[in-house]
Structure formats: structure tokens, C-alpha cells
């Protein structure tokens, strides 16, 4: 809203509306200073030098009326004009005495000289109430004189116009009038005036209000000045006109609260009364602007830097053309600097170091004393660095300041604070060995003391800087090293030395390096010690409301479950103390944003209800009154935070409602924001709802709508487009990874298009690329992949590739369906990361992570030289840990990875090495080396597939014996899980011992008891009854596979869910019978299949292939029929669309084998044509292979057939061009050789292709 100062001439009002809301406008009144007209003051302005302008412009927040009702006076220009706020609040309580309203009333002038004595003694007077009761004096004088009827003098002003009337000699009437300082009337009354009253009793009042600390000091002074104009209005004369001193001590007011816009309001005033109406005594002067830049040093908007910085421009520029007396000096300069130093401006340090050189440069060069830099102005350059944590700028203008001190300039002394300084700047880099530089400047400084080169010791603001350092850094002896400082400044103070009495930012520092690393219990110890320190007499080291909090924050910090519990012990306990006076506060909102903070990262169930029941409890007391306990954005975010942690959908959008009607009802600190609707996204993220993704990107498209309507005042951010990301990423639908891509393209999109807050970062393509990894898409990782190096190296310094980058897209590669190349790309990415590092492209180069996942995707990849290149890399780990590199220390994932690649190629020897070498690295100290149930479970796996088959199970054992007895000792944190347990059953099943399924069952009845006694994790599940069904099946022991299904059946009935009958617990029971040899074994087989149909379990291929076993092996008349009408069945099933069910090659191969069996060669030859038919039609998997090859020569051999070794050679023929055409797998072998000699057996005339035959058989063997 703009406002409008209203004045009044000979009782008619009129509106000067100021220009500072309009930045051109004060640009054109600054460039009009530059050239007023000649004789102004006897000054002609020069324009021929070219100087830049500067325009200082200000937006208007809540703007203000200098025109106050006045209840005193009688007419309504009075009434209009002069309202006091300040003098009536204290009217109730003045001392009555006779007021000149009498005296006007009677006609007779009040008694100045009285008035203005008393305005002298008050303008002196310290006392808070003296501006106010020398601004009731004046207003009796403003009244008395606002109050005379100009019109009964109606003559004399006629006169007194005339004499001003005339055009040619207004200017030198003007300042006769004004030298010889005679008023510019002629009524008798009116000629008292200026003997009675003048403009330094104005001033002196105004400057009175302008060091108040009154709310409406700047309003007041304001007044006065606008009292003065409309004064000089209606009666004309210098000794009432406001000059430079008065518009320079208005602004001061203003000024003196940070106020920009209001000082910048009363320049402007100052600027139109000097440049209209020519009162060339209110011309601006140096101290005008070192004024206007006061203002802006106190200001807290967000330009007031660059507004002082065009000010002091301004300013040089009128001096160097002479329109001003005095120029800039140091105080000026350093309160500029000081302005920038104080801003949250990244350029800050730049720009005050540009400004100190500025200085140097006309103090060295151009011998401007005036401008020489001191103590404050380097402290102030220095500070601008620290803030921001740059050491390497800090130390540069260090270096400056000593250089400028050596060469004489005594006023750049280094002292204690500028010390201090430098280790703030320490404590806010992020540089690893921060503490330490520290503590080599603090030493500096007690050398220098020692030797006298420096008047002060360190003092407790140097020490307690330095435990902030210590406090900051990531080094666990952090807490420890700060109490000692702490404790050496205690010693120091018990001895004497008063500068080093700790107070409580010192012992806040300290507790704050314990709360950092979550250490309770040493925060406390601090906080008894300070609480003893203030009992034995320190005042200063009262407990205030930071301590209480940087306690919260402790347990905040601490992981204890119990953590929010103890914060609000801390609540009650502030409370307690705050209300019997001990604590000058009470809990804020700060505090309990803390307790509901530590509600949130606790993730308990309880978590969301409790932290609204905590807002809601801060919402009464603030509807009561208390404002100290406001919730703003940050609570309300804090609330949404825990909701959101626990995917609870409905409680985050019942704070956001309450939320909203809070804002609603006039709480403007509770504005919903970007964290807010970010905190909406997450919390559907965490929702596990199948519609999240969607969800979070409906919310994402109403911050951009609610943006545009500007009903949010930022964009939505890099993190509000990456959480949605992640979510489409983390989703399962198959548009989740396009949908991800998407929202990407559309960051990059409007980050090209300037939203600057929008531009992607690491984070956001690594959710990217996530999406594509999990489902093992390489071709779009690597697209993604470009697209975040074209972003880097285009200058987004945000896409920085990382570590974690590289991990994924190996990752992906391990997943990809390319485990050919899988490895070896892998390994170019490892090697394109070490290039990039020693580059400097990438700020990390690879960990043992990033190793590992190399390593794992060699394992996977199942090629013959996996086992030795995942070894290559993991000695490669080792020598680059032992020449200092100790990110690359292989641990269990590594070790375990290289175990599995051995394992999968059956490689026990050296999966055995490798197993010998983890432990031997863990007992010489590496701990992250412990081997732990994947390794254990890894190296019985290896045994598995190793070609040991008598020794594998039984080694295995004792692994898993091993981990029994480990656990039991505590040398190992679990015991065995389920996975191990069956991993050894498997081992036996697989070995084909005699003992086999006796030890598979009595392993899996050592699960059940364990289980009973209490051990969970052991519990069977499905595939453990299943390995140890195997190992029955595999020596068709029917007998006990029907016992172990009775006992899984049982154990399911009983509640175990996870031991549920499945597909492959029929199907082994099938396999069972089929190789049990018993005569109703194909019934048995075919019973199952119904038990499977009943309870709703499909059938399979496999199911009715062992089916077809079991008819096979049969020695049932038809039992070869049998075989062939299911596969038949099946066939039938397959084309109506039961893809499950389809015959392959094993399915074929067992019913030619039944054939086979019953010397059905024919039988056995057209079961052959049907199979080669449903491959030609498109079946692949009916291909037939060297096994379809041999069973059907099988057949012939055994058929009595005179054409047999005619067939049979043509079979032979048809392997032979098959394989040479690539279409058989497998050339002939020694089963095929044996069969077809079998058939050549006593046929006349075959004693040459019998001896070819054998010939090329020895040479095969």
C-alpha cells in the first residue's frame, strides 16, 4: 500500500506522495541532484565530470501515515496534522500544569522562553520519557502558532507577497531574507516567532526520538518534521525551516531500527524540500549518507548490501565532484562491508573484499587517509569468509591485513578477536582437519601473548570457538577433546583468570558435541558440570532454554527408543523451572519442534499421534495468548514428517488441513510450503498404496498450479520432483521407470528455462537410473547415464557423478540378462571411476563397495574365469589398502562375493582359499572381515556344488555345527537360520549317500526342536520339507516321502504358513514314485496329479513328465500307451492355450524311452515324427537333442526288426548333418556309438562299418 504525507498551506491540504516504491523515479531524483540550479548556496554542480548514479530502491511492507489526529487542538488542520502516539500514551500520566491552549484562547502568546528552556533541558535529559514530554512542549508552541488567523493580518501578507513577487530578484530576496534570518512576514504576532522559536528546538527533539528506544520513535520524529514544513507553509521564514541536521536525525530514526524504507521515505522528502523548493540548508551532506547506509547496515532486507553499496557510490561520486564537503571515510567503508558481511549473500566475502581494496587502493596509491583500513574493517572481511567457511579466503586477506600492519599501518593490528575469527572460519569449513588447524592458531595466540606481541590472552569467546570446531568435526574424539578445552578454561578460571569464565554458550558448545554423536550420557556429565559451576557462583553459566534444547537434541540424536520419552522429561522439567522464575523463558517453539522432531525420527507406531497431540497442545496455548508458542511451518512440517515416515496418508493430509485453516485464520507463519507438500509426496511414497505414484505426482502438478497463481512462493524444487521420481522408480508398474524418466526431462526442461531451484542433482538421477536397475535395464541406465554427464559437464556442478553412481549402474549390469559382458563392463566403469577421481571430475574415488559390487557382478556372471578375476580385484583391494587407501579394506561382502563366485563354479579348493583368507584378514584386526551366515552359508553352497559328493554333506555339517557352537559362545551374533539348515539338507540330498535321507530328516528334526525351544528363525519352511523330499526321491524311497508330506502337512495345519504344499513338493513326490520301481507306482503318480487338481495347484509339464516316468519304468503290458495318451493330453491342452502344461523334449525323450522299453521301435519312431512336427510348428522347446537321438536308436537296438540297422543309420546320418548345421547341440557320442553298433550286431556285410565304428569310438573315448 502506498501512503501520502499530507501538509497544509494557509489551511489547504495537499498530498506528497514519495517516490521510494518506484525504483526509476529515485534514480532521476539522484541524477537530478547532481545538477540543481546555479546559486544554490553560491554552489554551481558540475556535470562534465562523467560519474556513475546510483539508484537505491525499496519496496513498501507495511508503509505508515506521518499525519496523526491530535486531540488538543481546535481547527481540523491541526486536528489533521499533528497526532502524537508516543505523547498520548504518556498524557494519562504527565504532571498537570497550565497548557498555552489558555493563553491562545485568551489571545496572548505562550511563554516561549520557558517552553524552549525546559525542550533544552529535556533534549539533554536520559530519561526515557524526555522525547516524549519535550514533544508535548513543542506541540503546545506547534499549536499556539497553527492556531493564528492569517486572514486578520490579511494586508501585511499582501505586502510580504509583493515584495516576493517579483520574478527577477526572487532568488536573492530569498536569501537575504534567510542570511539576515528575519521572518518572511509582517504580523506583530507572527514576528515573535522567531525570537521565540526555532529550528534547532525542533531538531533537538527530533534527535532526542532518534536515539529512543520508543516503538514510535521514528513516527514521532517524523511528526515534528512534518509539523516544521506545514509551519513554514503558512508563515514563510528560515528559522523554522527543517534543514540537513533535522531531515538527517529523522532519518537517523528510522535508521537506527534498520528501517530502509522509511529512512529512504524522509531522503526523499529531504531531496523534493532542497531541489523544489530550493532549501538549499536541507541539501543531503556526507552525514546524510553514512546515515542512509546506517540503516541499511541494521536492516535486515534482503538488499540492503547492495542498496549501501550504491549509497557509498553515491556518495563518492558527489565528493568527487565537488557538491559535498567530506567524502567517504573508514567508518563509512566498514559499515558497508559490515552490511554485506552480515548478509546471507554467497558473493558476500567477494564483495567486502572487493570494497576493502577499494580502500587500500586509495589509501596507498591516492594517500586518502580518511579511508584507512582498521582493526574493524578487516575483522568485518574476515568474518564474510568465516561465515561461509572459507579458510583459503580468510587467510589470503589474514595475509593482507599483517602486510598492510607491517608497512605501517597501526590500525591493521592483529589482535585476539581476529583470531578468533579465523578459527570461526575453521569451524564453519568443512575441511577434515579443521579442529587442528584451529588449535594451531589458538597456540599461535599464546605464543604471541607470552612474547608480548599481543596485549590479550585468548578469552573464552577464542576457547569457545574453538570447541564449536571440535564440535562440528566428525571425529570421534570430538566430545572428549571439547571437554577437555572445556575443563582447561574451568582449571584457568578457578585461577584466576576472569576472561576465561565459561558461560553457557561455552558449556552449550561443548554438550552440543555430544549431542552430535548422539551421546547422551556425556551431555548430561557436561550439564552437571555447568550446573555446579553456576552454584559455586559463575552467573554466567546459568541453564537457559539452548542448553534444554541442545539436551532435546542429544536424545534426538541418540537412536534410543526411549529418546522421546526423555525429551519430554526435559519439557516438563523447563516448565517446572520457568514457572517458579528459575528460567527467565519458558519453552518455545523451537523446543517443542524438538520433542516433536525426535517423535518423528523415533518411528514408533505411537509416533504421528503423539507429535499432533503436541501441536495441538501448542495450538491452544497459542489461541490463549501465548505467542512464544506459535506453530510455524517448521512444526507443522515436523508433524507431517512423522506421518509421512509411517506411510500414514490420512494423518499427513489431517495436518495439512489443520495446517491450512490455521494460515486461514491469520497465523502467517504456519504458510504451507515447499517442505510441506514434499512431506504430502513422502508420506504417499511410504504409503505402500498401488495409486502412490500417482498420487505424488497429482501434488506435484498442484504446486506448480499453486505457484503460478502465487499462492506458494517457490517453484517446486529438485526435491519435490525427485521424491516422486523415487516413487515411480520404487513402484511396480511398467510404465514406473518411463513415468520417472519423464519427470526428469521435465526438471532439465524448466531448469534450462531459468527455474533455478529445479535443476536436477545426484540424488535425482540416481533414483533415475534405480528404476532402470531394478529391472536390469543396462540400455536405459546408460542412457540416463550420459544424460547426467552432458548435465555435469554442461555446468550443473549439482550432477556431479558420485560413488553411489557407479555402484548403481554396475549394479544394473549384474542384473542385466547381458552376463557376458556384464563383468567386463563393470569393470571399465570401476576403471573409468579411478580416472574421473584422479581427474578431479568426481570428488570420491572407489570404496570397497564399489569393489565388492565388481566383484558380485563376476560372480553372477557363471563365466569359467570368474573365480579368478573377482580374486584379482580383491588382492588389488589389498595392496591398495596396505599402501594407505583405507576406504578399499575388503569386509564380509567382499570376501562373500568371492566365495560366491567360487561356489557357483563348484570350485571348493578355492572357495576354501578364499574362506582361509577372510578369516586370517579378521583375526589380524580388520573386523568388517567377521565372517558372517552368508559366508557360512556360501561355503556349504560351494560344498554343494562341488564334485566331493561323499564329502560335501558331511563337510558341511560341521560348518553348520560350527555356527552352533560360535553362536553359543557369542563369537558369532546369529546362529543359523533356516536358508543354512536347508542348505545343508540339500547337500545331502544332492549327495546320493545311502545315509542321505536319514541325515536330511534328522536335520530338519533338529529345526523342529530348536523351534519348539524357542529359536524363530529356524522354523522349516516350504523348501527345507522339499530338500529333504529330494533326498528321498532321489533314492525312490516312497515310504519315507509320504512320511516327510504327513509331517509338512502337519506342521502347516499347526500355523505354520510358511510350510504350505506346493507346486515342487508334488512334483518331487512324483519324481519319487517314478524312481521307486514299485508296481503301483504310475498310479500312485496319477493320484497325486489329482490331489494337485484338488487343491487348486496346476499341473505342470514337469508333473505330468514324471507321471510319464513312472509309466515308462512301469512293467505294466500297456504302459507305454499309458505314456502316450497324456502326452497326447497334454499336446491338446497346450493348443487350447494351457502354455504350462507343453510338451518338451524331456517329455518326448520319456515317452520314446517307454517305447524304448517295450521294444516298440515304430511305436517309438512315430512318437519321434510328432516331436520333430510340434517343433517345426513353433514349439523350441520340443527341439530333440542327442538324448531323443540315442533313446530311439535304443529302441531299434532293442526291437527285433531286420531294418533296425538300416533305421539306425539313418538316425546317425541325421545327428551328423544336424550338429554340422548347428541345429544339434552335441555331435554323437559313446551311448550313441554303442547303440548303433548294437544294431549293426550280426547283420552280414557290416565287418567294415563295425570296425570304422570302433575306430572312431576309442578315438572319441
Known amino acids: 500500500m502506498y501512503w501520502t504525507t499530507t501538509t497544509t498551506t494557509m489551511g489547504r491540504s495537499r498530498s506528497l506522495s514519495p517516490s521510494f516504491l518506484f525504483p526509476n523515479m529515485l534514480i532521476i531524483l539522484l541524477i537530478s541532484l547532481i545538477t540543481p540550479p546555479p546559486n544554490a548556496d553560491g554552489l554551481t554542480f558540475s556535470t562534465t565530470r562523467s560519474t556513475p548514479t546510483c539508484s537505491i530502491s525499496f519496496r513498501n511492507k507495511g508503509g505508515f501515515d506521518p499525519s496523526v489526529p491530535n486531540t488538543n487542538g481546535k481547527s481540523s488542520v491541526v486536528s489533521s496534522l499533528f497526532s502524537s502516539p508516543a505523547v498520548q500514551e504518556a498524557s494519562s500520566s504527565s504532571e498537570s500544569r497550565p497548557t498555552i491552549a489558555t493563553a491562545v484562547d ?27 514530554e519535550a514533544t508535548k512542549l513543542l506541540n503546545e508552541l506547534f499549536d499556539f502558532y497553527m492556531s493564528i488567523d492569517t486572514d486578520t493580518n490579511a494586508n501585511e501578507d499582501e505586502n510580504a507577497n509583493a515584495n516576493t513577487s517579483n520574478n527577477s530578484t526572487t532568488a536573492a530576496t530569498e536569501n537575504e531574507t534567510e542570511a539576515k534570518g528575519s521572518p518572511n512576514y509582517s504580523a506583530n504576532d507572527n514576528a515573535r516567532i522567531y525570537t521565540t522559536f526555532n529550528v534547532h528546538d525542533c531538531t533537538k527533539v527530533i534527535g532526542a526520538w532518534s536515539k529512543s528506544k520508543h516503538r514510535d520513535a521514528p513516527r514521532e520524529a517524523l511528526s515534528i518534521l512534518t509539523k516544521m514544513n506545514a509551519i513554514y507553509n503558512k508563515f514563510g521564514g528560515r528559522h523554522v525551516r527543517p534543514n540537513v541536521v533535522t531531515y538527517t536525525s529523522v532519518i537517523a530514526a528510522y535508521a537506527q531500527r534498520g528501517d530502509i524504507e522509511g529512512a529512504s521515505t524522509v531522503f526523499e522528502m529531504q531531496v523534493t524540500d532542497f531541489k523544489t523548493k530550493k532549501n538549499y540548508s536541507a ?334 497442545a501448542m495450538i491452544t496455548q497459542y489461541k490463549k495468548g501465548d505467542k512464544h508458542l506459535t506453530p510455524d511451518s517448521i512444526i507443522y512440517n515436523s508433524v507431517l514428517d512423522a506421518c509421512a515416515r509411517q506411510g500414514d496418508i490420512e494423518g499427513a493430509n489431517a495436518v495439512r488441513k489443520l495446517m491450512q485453516d490455521d494460515f486461514d485464520s491469520g497465523n502467517k507463519r504456519a504458510v504451507p510450503n515447499l517442505r510441506t507438500y514434499s512431506m504430502l509426496i513422502y508420506a504417499h511414497s511410504r504409503g505402500g498404496k498401488p495409486n502412490a505414484p500417482a498420487e505424488g505426482e497429482k501434488l506435484l502438478e498442484e504446486m506448480h498450479d499453486l505457484y503460478s497463481k502465487g499462492k506458494l512462493r517457490e517453484p517446486p524444487n529438485t526435491i519435490s520432483h525427485s521424491i516422486v521420481i523415487n516413487c515411480w522408480a520404487k513402484s511396480d508398474f511398467p510404465e514406473g521407470t518411463q513415468r520417472a524418466r519423464d519427470i526428469l526431462e521435465s526438471m532439465l526442461s524448466r531448469y534450462k528455462d531459468g527455474t533455478s531451484n529445479c535443476k536436477p542433482n545426484a540424488i535425482t538421477y540416481h533414483s533415475v537410473l534405480d528404476a532402470y536397475s531394478r529391472r536390469g535395464d543396462i540400455d536405459g541406465a546408460n542412457e540416463i547415464w550420459k544424460i547426467m554427464m552432458d548435465d555435469f559437464h554442461s555446468g550443473n556442478g549439482e550432477a556431479r557423478p558420485e560413488r553411489q553412481t557407479f555402484s548403481i549402474l554396475i549394479d544394473t549390469w549384474s542384473k542385466s540378462n547381458k552376463q557376458q559382458e556384464s563383468p567386463i563392463e563393470a569393470e571399465k566403469l570401476l576403471q573409468d571411476m579411478i580416472d574421473q577421481h584422479e581427474k578431479g571430475d568426481i570428488l570420491e574415488g572407489p570404496d570397497a563397495i564399489v569393489f565388492s559390487s565388481v566383484i558380485n557382478c563376476w560372480a553372477k556372471s557363471g563365466l569359467p574365469e570368474s573365480p579368478k578375476r573377482a580374486r584379482d580385484i580383491l588382492e588389488s583391494m589389498l595392496n591398495h589398502y596396505q599402501y594407505g587407501n583405507e576406504k578399499v579394506r575388503p569386509n564380509m561382502i567382499t570376501y562373500n562375493s568371492v566365495l560366491d563366485a567360487y561356489a557357483r563354479n563348484g570350485d571348493i579348493k578355492g572357495a576354501l582359499e578364499i574362506w582361509d583368507l577372510m578369516n586370517n584378514d579378521y583375526l589380524s584386526g580388520n573386523l568388517s572381515a567377521e565372517p558372517n551366515i552368508p559366508s557360512y552359508n556360501t561355503l556349504i553352497n560351494a560344498w554343494s556344488k562341488s564334485n566331493k559328493q561323499k564329502e560335501a554333506p558331511k563337510e558341511a555339517e560341521k560348518l553348520l555345527k560350527e555356527m552352533i557352537d560360535l553362536n553359543a559362545k557369542g563369537d558369532l551374533k546369529e546362529g543359523p537360520s533356516k536358508i543354512v539348515y536347508s542348505t545343508v539338507i540339500n547337500c545331502w ?84 514314485w517314478s524312481k521307486s520301481l514299485n508296481p503301483i507306482a504310475p498310479q500312485e503318480a496319477e493320484k497325486l496329479i489329482e490331489k494337485m487338481t484338488k487343491h487348486n495347484i496346476n499341473p505342470t509339464t514337469i508333473s505330468y513328465t514324471g507321471v510319464i516316468n513312472a509309466f515308462g519304468k512301469s512293467s505294466l503290458p500297456d504302459s507305454h500307451h499309458r505314456a502316450l495318451a497324456i502326452l497326447e493330453d497334454m499336446a491338446s491342452k497346450a493348443n487350447a492355450g494351457n502354455e504350462d502344461v507343453r510338451p518338451n523334449k524331456i517329455t518326448y525323450n520319456s515317452v520314446i524311452d517307454a517305447f524304448a522299453r517295450k521294444q516298440d521301435a515304430e511305436g517309438a519312431n512315430n512318437v519321434w515324427m510328432m516331436m520333430e512336427k510340434d517343433y517345426k510348428s513353433g514349439n523350441a522347446g520340443a527341439k530333440p537333442d542327442l538324448t531323443t537321438y540315442n533313446t530311439l536308436m535304443n529302441a531299434w537296438s532293442r526291437s527285433k526288426s531286420e531294418e533296425a540297422h538300416v533305421e539306425a543309420e539313418k538316425i546317425f546320418a541325421t545327428m551328423r548333418l544336424r550338429f554340422e548345421s548347428g541345429d544339434l547341440d552335441e555331435p554323437p557320442n559313446d551311448s550313441t556309438y554303442n547303440f548303433l553298433l548294437a544294431c549293426l550286431e550280426d547283420v552280414a556285410g557290416t565287418e567294415e562299418r563295425i570296425h570304422d565304428l570302433l575306430t572312431k569310438r576309442k578315438r572319441l573315448r
Open 106 to 132: 485568551a489571545g496572548a502568546p505562550p511563554n516561549t522562553l520557558e517552553l524552549r528552556e525546559e525542550i533544552e533541558k529535556l533534549g539533554k535529559s536520559k530519561s526515557s520519557s524526555a522525547p516524549i
Open 283 to 616: 541539501k543531503p551532506n556526507a552525514r546524510t549518507f553514512k546515515t542512509m547506509i546506517n540503516a541499511c547496515t541494521k536492516s535486515r532486507q534482503t538488499r540492503a548490501p547492495q542498496t549501501a553499496e550504491k549509497i557509498l557510490a553515491t556518495l563518492n561520486d558527489w565528493h568527487a565532484a565537488g557538491q559535498l564537503k567530506e567524502g567517504s571515510c573508514t567508518i563509512t567503508y566498514s559499515s558497508v562491508i559490515n552490511c554485506w558481511t552480515k548478509s546471507g549473500f554467497r558473493e558476500s566475502p567477494q564483495r567486502a573484499r572487493a570494497l576493502l581494496e577499494t580502500m587500500l587502493q586509495q589509501y596507498k596509491t591516492e594517500g586518502n587517509e580518511d579511508v584507512c583500513p582498521n582493526g574493524i574493517t578487516y575483522a568485518s572481511v574476515l568474518d564474510a569468509y568465516a561465515r561461509w567457511g572459507d579458510v583459503d579466503g580468510a587467510m589470503e586477506v589474514w595475509e593482507t591485513m599483517k602486510e598492510d600492519y607491517k608497512s605501517g599501518n597501526e590500525e591493521a593490528r592483529p589482535v585476539v578477536y581476529m583470531y578468533t575469527i579465523l578459527i570461526k572460519a575453521w569451524a564453519k569449513s568443512v575441511h577434515p582437519n579443521a579442529p587442528q588447524e584451529a588449535e594451531k592458531l589458538l597456540q599461535e595466540v599464546l605464543d604471541l601473548y607470552a612474547r608480548g606481541e599481543l596485549e590479550e590472552g585468548p578469552n573464552n569467546f577464542t576457547y569457545g570457538t574453538l570447541i564449536n570446531c571440535w564440535a562440528k568435526s566428525q571425529y570421534r574424539e570430538a566430545p572428549q577433546r571439547a571437554r577437555d578445552i572445556l575443563e582447561s578454561m574451568i582449571a584457568q578460571y578457578k585461577n584466576g583468570d576472569e576472561r576465561l569464565m565459561p558461560n553457557s554458550v561455552t558449556y552449550g558448545a561443548t554438550m552440543d558435541a555430544y549431542a552430535r554423536k548422539g551421546d547422551t550420557k556425556g551431555a548430561i556429565e557436561v550439564f552437571q558440570i555447568m550446573k555446579e559451576d553456576y552454584e559455586s557462583g559463575n552467573t554466567r553459566a546459568k541453564a537457559d532454554v539452548r542448553i534444554y534444547g541442545t539436551l532435546m537434541s542429544a536424545h534426538v540424536r541418540s537412536g534410543n527408543k526411549n529418546a522421546p520419552i526423555e525429551v519430554e522429561k526435559l519439557l516438563m522439567e523447563m516448565v517446572d523451572l520457568y514457572s517458579k522464575g528459575v528460567l527467565k523463558e519458558g519453552p518455545n517453539t523451537f523446543i517443542y519442534g524438538t520433542l516433536i522432531n525426535c517423535w518423528s525420527k523415533s518411528e514408533l507406531p505411537e509416533a504421528p499421534r503423539r507429535a499432533r497431540e503436541i501441536l495441538e
Open 989 to 1072: 540330498a544332492k549327495s546320493d549317500l545311502p545315509e542321505s535321507p536319514q541325515r536330511a530328516r534328522d536335520i530338519l528334526e533338529s529345526m523342529i526342536h530348536h523351534y519348539q525351544n524357542g529359536i524363530e528363525e529356524v522354523r522349516p519352511n516350504t523348501i527345507t520339507y522339499n530338500s529333504v523330499l529330494d533326498a528321498y526321491a532321489r533314492q525312490g524311497h516312497t515310504n519315507g516321502a509320504t512320511e516327510i508330506l504327513k509331517m509338512m502337512e502337519d506342521d502347516f495345519d499347526a500355523g505354520n504358513i510358511d510350510a504350505i504344499v506346493d507346486l515342487r513338493t508334488y512334483n518331487i513326490l512324483i519324481d519319487t
